[in-house]
């Protein structure tokens, strides 16, 4: 398949399309720069927002694969409700296209404050401006393609724990601390319970969930566990054999965050088990 992944040259970005190429899939990457995607892919820097055509312009792929977004761990940034309507525009411009399947980037965070297991239903009142933003862009998305008739998967995100130190994550800072030989990281009490992916099965379950159009609709990309964020961070730390230690009690835990969640499986799982690669 001839897959187009917006946001490519991000952090999910890069490995979803390492996944997809391992796979056998084409891949046309696109992101304000490309530099650290892989070679193998077809690269093509620029402005998404600003193509009337991207369909055309992208070479007619079977999948759109749209994972960009910006300021993801700013909760608060006026970016994502500036942005929401861009997004907006631009998955509307594939709607009513040949492209056989849209799937969209989601968040945990469109569901709001929520104790127990997400699943698809689940009632969702975001509490930030990201999360409104995302909630709004999943509705407007699900709305677009039941009128044409068009397959979607929102692929809902959660915590992702992987040692680069490129990303946002609070893996990635506490790999940059490591790297640059601090010997203390500042943290929280650390006592909510969150839903941990390794980067690298969240890639998979991705590539895996964009190639097929038997499960639809909300897919939680998720572990379906839910660990508390100390014991998560101090197992990376031991795991990685780093020195640094965390330092508790220095920030607050964020008050519109859940004392647990985590997802349900049973959408990924049937996906794994059951849809051709």
């Known amino acids: ?24 899939h084409t891949v046309i990457a696109t992101d304000f720069s490309t530099e650290h995607v892989d070679i193998r892919a077809e690269r093509i820097p620029g402005d998404l927002f600003s193509i009337d055509n991207p369909y055309e312009y992208y070479g007619k792929p079977d999948v759109l694969v749209h994972l960009a977004w910006r300021d993801g761990f700013v909760h608060f940034s006026d970016a994502h409700v500036e942005d929401m309507p861009k997004h907006y525009d631009f998955i509307k411009k594939f709607v009513n296209t040949d492209i056989s399947l849209i799937s969209v980037m989601g968040s945990m965070h469109e569901v709001g404050f929520y104790e127990g297991c997400i699943r698809e239903d689940t009632p969702c009142n975001p509490v930030t401006p990201y999360g409104i933003s995302k909630n709004a862009l999943r509705l407007l998305t699900e709305m677009l393609c039941k009128q044409s008739n068009k397959p979607f998967v929102w692929l809902r995100g959660y915590y992702i724990v992987g040692n680069n130190s490129r990303g946002s994550s609070i893996f990635a800072k506490i790999v940059a601390a490591e790297e640059a030989g601090e010997s203390e990281f500042p943290f929280t009490k650390g006592q909510n319970q969150f839903d941990f992916l390794n980067y690298e099965d969240f890639c998979y379950y991705v590539s895996r969930a964009v190639c097929q159009t038997q499960v639809q609709g909300v897919v939680e990309i998720c572990s379906g566990q839910p660990e508390k964020l100390a014991d998560r961070v101090e197992r990376f730390i031991r795991d990685n054999k780093y020195k640094v230690r965390l330092k508790y009690g220095v920030y607050p835990d964020r008050v519109y965050e859940s004392k647990a969640v985590w997802g349900d499986r049973t959408k990924i799982d049937y996906i794994l088990e059951n849809c051709n690669r």
């Open 1 to 24: 398949m001839k897959v187009l992944i917006t946001g490519a040259n991000g952090y999910l970005g890069q490995g979803v399309v390492k996944q997809l190429l391992d796979q056998g």
